[in-house]
């Protein structure tokens, strides 16, 4: 849900990068918080084990001036992809307000992959939340690798959902994919906020959380 404070003038979104372990998730905000201008982001917080696990979350904060006279802030959420760590993914999905499921294209992941899937759907339901009523989209990561599986096999078994959602290909460990996803997604939550608050809808330029273009 959607934070607006009006004395402020701010308006903060929840991005939840959601997949399984070592899918990707963390690469995607090293790779976010490296390219964006220090004044437009905040610092990447990690909470880590040695063997670069996520332990809680990561947690990114973005800032962007897309809605006139608001400040948008994105704040960016991986969850820990380990199967023990299910009360703290449940924890981070609270008043979401995007999802980008993050793939591990190889061919070997795709059951867990699927279980992890699985488990965000569940763990919304907890919240009264369903994929049906949240912007979400898919990254397909590790496209880098031989054993990637092909793309339309990945999109058969996640992109089943009663409304097909968009996906990106990605390597995000070389940034490519990566603000593609970013920028989707925030067009995304934009569309579906400015519809729940009765804004025209707007035409959005195609770079809005952030610039890729450096600057
Ligand atoms: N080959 C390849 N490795 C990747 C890619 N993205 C991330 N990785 C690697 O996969 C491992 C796990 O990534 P991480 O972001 O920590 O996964 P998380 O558990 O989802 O947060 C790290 O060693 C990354 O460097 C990619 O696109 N291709
Ligand atoms: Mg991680």
Same mark, same amino acid.
């Given at each position: 849900m959607s934070f607006i404070n009006f004395a402020r003038k701010e308006i903060a979104f929840k991005l939840v990068y959601y997949g399984p372990a070592l899918?990707?998730? @963390? @690469?995607?905000?090293?790779?976010? =918080?490296?390219a964006v201008a220090p004044d437009l982001r905040g610092d990447l917080t990690m909470l880590s084990t040695r063997q670069d696990r996520t332990l809680f979350f990561d947690f990114l904060p973005l800032k962007s001036d897309i809605i006139k006279g608001f400040t948008s802030k994105f704040q960016l959420y991986t969850v820990p992809g380990q199967a023990i760590y299910n009360e703290t993914r449940k924890l981070v999905l609270r008043n979401?307000?995007?999802?980008?499921?993050?793939?591990?294209?190889?061919?070997?992941?795709?059951?867990e992959n699927a279980q992890s899937f699985r488990n965000m759907q569940d763990n919304l339901a907890e919240h009264k939340m369903s994929l049906d009523d949240i912007p979400y989209m898919l990254q397909f990561n590790k496209r880098d690798l031989p054993t990637a599986?092909?793309? =339309?096999?990945?999109?058969?078994m996640l992109n089943n959902g009663t409304t097909r959602v968009p996906y990106v290909e990605s390597?995000?460990?070389?940034?490519?994919?990566v603000f593609? @996803?970013?920028?989707?997604?925030?067009?995304?939550?934009?569309?579906?906020?400015?519809?729940?608050?009765?804004?025209?809808?707007?035409?959005?330029p195609d770079e809005i959380a952030v610039s890729t273009s450096g600057g």
């Open positions: 899918c990707g998730k @963390t @690469t995607n905000l090293e790779e976010i =918080h490296a979401v307000d995007g999802i980008v499921f993050v793939a591990d294209s190889q061919w070997e992941k795709m059951e599986a092909p793309v =339309h096999y990945i999109d058969f390597v995000a460990k070389e940034g490519v994919g593609e @996803t970013l920028n989707l997604l925030s067009r995304m939550v934009l569309a579906a906020f400015m519809k729940a608050n009765n804004m025209p809808a707007p035409s959005l």
